[in-house]
């Protein structure tokens, strides 16, 4: 007979999710803080504006590892100690980063910083799943997210200011310092709820079951195109704005904070009007899709800053609104038990489009000198992301209880008890 779900401490549940936000947040303005910042760094390391490309693309490169190996690392040592020292140690690479000399040296950090950043995603994902049931999960995901477009607003609303009034360097070093401390907070008062049962002595993963899962499979394809045209707008537009449309840097900055901006409040809006309609998130997600194409198609055709202004916010709802609704199927497709894994692999391979589209944006725009053109590559992803999401089937992604619940030993807390129970089989 089934029983009842285990009631999560409801005050509780919501210091998880706003200390793994935190985390996300900080690891998304250091990703975020290249864009306003290549040029300042492409003139004081000598590094021409095609080349600028090539450090986002390294830094991707460490965030896709970090990624697929963190969320497996999540589910064999913990949660916990995963989201405290990713954005821990992300923060120190940071204060490094802000004391390069060369063009090497400044590579070499890229990566470092992405192979520790990336860590937190499938950290945070599974302390969300234990703490947050199937149906309430639409929006506590909607909310983790808008870590991507906030930490894009902070960056471009901070960082101009900071290279006028200081350097590029201050930059590094004020969100270094920031993320070492809340990384220290994490690994204090994290700690994992009570709706993911850990077996005892089942060491390592079994992650054969997610290699089988067709719909795991098409969902990450998906994402590949979607942020194929979310990061190359977030990597380039600002320079791009600049070089090829002639703005001012500061009212290129406006519009990519308009941009990130809309985004925070539709993020949790989107999973909470979806939780509480019951909407297929299949078809949510092609239709964002097909509405974030037709958007880059419009700004690919701006000239001016007015046109600029008035197509970003709505750019900027539909470049992010999808993450929250796919990112909730994924626990779905795998289960709590491997959530983390799931959400490390199925991230993996979304941001293998964030790690490829800044070079070949680079090339294009090296090769052609056309703001149109790289308008229109970026816009090819989210169209052709829609394809696999059409053959994803509705009964992959239905709804369900989650599995068993019991008390989860990743490193209890000590100031909160844990919680016993049970759940309606998935």
Known sequence: MPTSIPTPDTRYRWVVLILCWAAFTMTSVDRATWGPVAGSVGADLGVPVAGLGLFATTYYIGYVVSTAVGGFIADWVGARRTVGLSILLSGGFMLAFGEAETHTMGLVLQVCIGLCAGAEVGGGVKLITSWFVAQRRGFAMGVFVTATSLGLVVANAVVPRLIQSHSWRASYHLFGFTSIAIGVLCLILLRPGPLIVRREGSGRPDLRPLLRNRGLLLLALAGFGALWGTYGFVTWSNLLMVKGAGLAPVRAGTVVVIFGAVAVFSKPLIGLVGDALGLSRRRLTVAILAAFTTCLIAFSFATTATQFLW????????????????????????????????????????????????????????????????????????????????????????????????????????????????????
Request: glycine content about 10%; cysteine-free; overall charge negative.
């Open 311 to 426: 197509i970003a916010p709505f750019l900027g709802i539909a470049a992010y609104v999808y993450s929250p609704v796919m990112m909730a199927m994924i626990p779905t497709l795998s289960g709590g038990q491997l959530a983390g894994s799931a959400t490390g692999g199925v991230n993996a391979v979304w941001q293998l489009g964030s790690t490829i589209v800044p070079t070949v944006v680079g090339l294009v725009y090296g090769a052609t000198g056309s703001f149109q053109a790289v308008f229109l590559v970026l816009a090819a992803g989210p169209f052709l992301a829609i394809v696999p999401m059409l053959f994803l089937r509705q009964a992959d992604i239905h709804e369900q209880l989650p599995a068993m619940a019991a008390r989860h030993h990743d490193n209890d807390h000590p100031l909160i008890p844990a919680t016993n129970g049970k759940a309606d089989p998935s």
